[in-house]
T-cell receptor, first 111, second 116 residues
């Protein structure tokens, strides 16, 4: 069964707006990762946040992690049409362990 | 950066035939490779984990005799779908990781399998 649940399942915004996606999980984790997948393609690793971190930035991406609520959010600022893709969170119970993926959020950025 | 390739990128086969998918790490040695299956508009489901030189570990519900995995070298793993049926049609994605403490997996571009 999937560890992660993401919401919303689908999100449609206009170019320039910010996009926020959320991920919740059930068990303890060592780290949580976010990936992007363009339609019919493989996954691109975006960012990894460890359980002792609360926030991490990478370019236009901001990831937060709240281990007390077992949730994470991915914020994409100043979105572009090229950001249109599916976004997945994935959790690892321990460092080096298998990843368990969430259901994903389909983001559409309209030009 | 770390690059993982898959071959073929897509394949169409008749029901009952076997299909082999290759996963290669091009610029690093992958001690561990993972095979995932993804149905349309769904998430990735881990099928099996393979470590170089040892037998693959399959997830619950995945038939090891149907999905044969070979990880004979540090840069190559293969997934063979034996006696494929239409319900095996899916997007198969591999990922590779080096070392045991570095958790980032590098994903291949995926292989679209269609069984007629």
């Amino acid at each position: 069964s999937q560890q992660g649940e993401e919401d919303p399942q689908a999100l449609s915004i206009q170019e320039g707006e910010n996009a926020t996606m959320n991920c919740s999980y059930k068990t303890s984790i060592n780290n949580l990762q976010w990936y992007r997948q363009n339609s019919g393609r493989g996954l691109v690793h975006l960012i990894l946040i460890r359980s002792n971190e609360r926030e991490k930035h990478s370019g236009r991406l901001r990831v937060t992690l709240d281990t007390s609520k077992k949730s994470s959010s991915l914020l994409i600022t100043a979105s572009r049409a090229a950001d249109t893709a599916s976004y997945f969170c994935a959790t690892a119970a321990t460092s080096g362990s298998r990843l368990t993926f969430g259901e994903g959020t389909q983001l559409t950025v309209n030009p | 950066g770390a690059v993982v390739s898959q071959h073929p990128s897509w394949v169409i086969c008749k029901s009952g035939t076997s299909v082999k998918i290759e996963c290669r790490s091009l610029d690093f040695q992958a001690t561990t490779m993972f095979w995932y299956r993804q149905f349309p508009k769904q998430s990735l489901m881990l099928m099996a984990t393979s470590n170089e030189g040892s037998k693959a570990t399959y997830e619950q519900g995945v038939e090891k005799d149907k999905f044969l995995i070979n990880h004979a070298s540090l840069t190559l793993s293969t997934l063979t779908v034996t006696s494929a049926h239409p319900e095996d049609s899916s997007f198969y994605i591999c990922s590779a990781r080096f070392g045991s403490s570095y958790n980032e997996q590098f994903f291949g571009p995926g292989t679209r399998l269609t069984v007629l």
